[in-house]
């Protein structure tokens, strides 16, 4: 399973972006999708997990501006990311086959990351 992440860029604090997480020659629709984050220095983070059951999880930091979503199109998962700030700054990942906890035990597909600048 190949996935791709998209949608990065640099935005000033306050403003928007969409990330988007889509699997080449796979399905979405009946997994369990992560987006995580990881910092220079820092461990990579949990940012918001969706269930196939149809919960959804977010880092507290993040909970309130962004969300999580499944596109109309069965390999596409959104991470709606609103009033930004200069902390989210870091590369997004998204992951296929998470836990609905969002933990990786070591069995789900992971897609290279986009960045995501943020400047104050």
Do not use: H
């Not at 791709?4 to 080449?24: I, M, N």
Request: charge should be positive; include cysteine.
């Amino acid at each position: 399973v190949q996935l791709q992440a998209s949608g990065g860029g640099t935005v000033q604090a306050g403003g928007s972006l969409r990330l988007s997480c889509r699997a080449l020659g796979a399905t979405l629709s009946i997994n369990n999708i992560g987006w995580y984050r990881q910092a220079p220095g820092k461990q990579r983070e949990l940012v918001a997990v969706a269930s196939v059951g149809g919960t959804t999880k977010y880092a507290d930091s993040v909970k309130g501006r962004f969300t999580i979503s499944r596109g109309s199109a069965l390999n596409t998962v959104y991470l709606e990311m609103n009033d930004l700030k200069p902390e989210d700054t870091s590369v997004y990942y998204c992951a296929r086959d998470v836990e609905p906890t969002g933990f990786d035990y070591g069995m789900a597909y992971w897609g290279k990351g986009t960045q995501v600048t943020v400047s104050s």
